[in-house]
């Protein structure tokens, strides 16, 4: 069973651009959530989401940021216009429907010039 | 919100022997209790958990203790390892409702050989 994918591991974007992020959920999970680690610090909430639905976007900033989780296909965390306060790590996690056990991907380094 | 508070920042133990981390959490509605691993520039990785319903929980060289009604978990580490030496993460969040991870700011934990 293949563990949480993300692609890709590394992404260097100018000022400006758009950054798209990818994360394929574990087998048989359903649940998805994004967070963001800032250099030396923890990890903070952005988004979490179930097949085609928000659930909670409490902790996403409300411009620049969106999140979707499609039907088909992985989820996709898309920054537009980046600056480069945005360069950090961005990590997934999937969960089964049940309990709330959340394991992470290997995570996507974003880097803003 | 919930808000995570984790103790210490930096702990320095001789192999061998134990490590204690403290967190304490502000949401009494919270019931489900993860500890994560990460090692420079990994992913996150689930070490153990515990549910409200669990006072303790033991798996090998790790154990995790519960005080509901402080609102405070701890994680021990017996017999430390060299490879042990990781920054560790403790959360807190719901099982159901909101399911996003709080998490504490992290414990740097270097074991001397």
């Known amino acids: 069973n293949a563990g949480v994918m993300q692609n890709p591991r590394h992404l260097v974007r100018r000022r400006g651009q758009e950054a798209r992020l990818r994360c394929s959920p574990m087998k048989g999970h359903s649940h998805v959530y994004w967070y963001r680690q800032l250099p030396e610090e923890g990890l903070k909430f952005m988004v979490y989401?179930?097949?085609?639905?928000?659930?909670?976007e409490s902790g996403m900033p409300k411009e620049r940021f969106s999140a979707e989780f499609p039907k088909e296909g992985p989820s996709i965390l898309r920054i537009q216009q980046v600056v480069r306060g945005d360069s950090a790590a961005y990590f997934c996690a999937s969960s089964p429907s049940s309990y709330n056990e959340q394991f992470f991907g290997p995570g996507t380094r974003l880097t803003v010039l | 919100g919930e808000n995570v508070e984790q103790h210490p920042s930096t702990l320095s133990v001789q192999e061998g022997d134990s490590a204690v981390i403290k967190c304490t959490y502000s949401?009494?509605?919270?019931?489900?209790f993860p500890w994560y691993k990460q090692e420079l520039g990994k992913r996150p990785q689930l070490i153990i958990d515990?549910?409200?319903?669990?006072g303790e929980k033991k798996d090998q060289r790790i154990a995790v203790t519960l005080n509901k009604t402080a609102k405070h978990f701890s994680l021990h580490i017996t017999e430390t390892q060299p490879e042990d030496s990781a920054v560790y993460f403790c959360a807190a969040s719901y099982d159901t409702g909101r399911r996003a991870l709080t998490f504490g700011s992290g414990t740097r934990l270097q074991v001397q050989p």
């Open positions: 989401l179930q097949k085609e639905n928000i659930i909670d």
């Open positions: 515990i549910r409200s319903n669990v």
């Open positions: 949401d009494s509605a919270s019931n489900y």
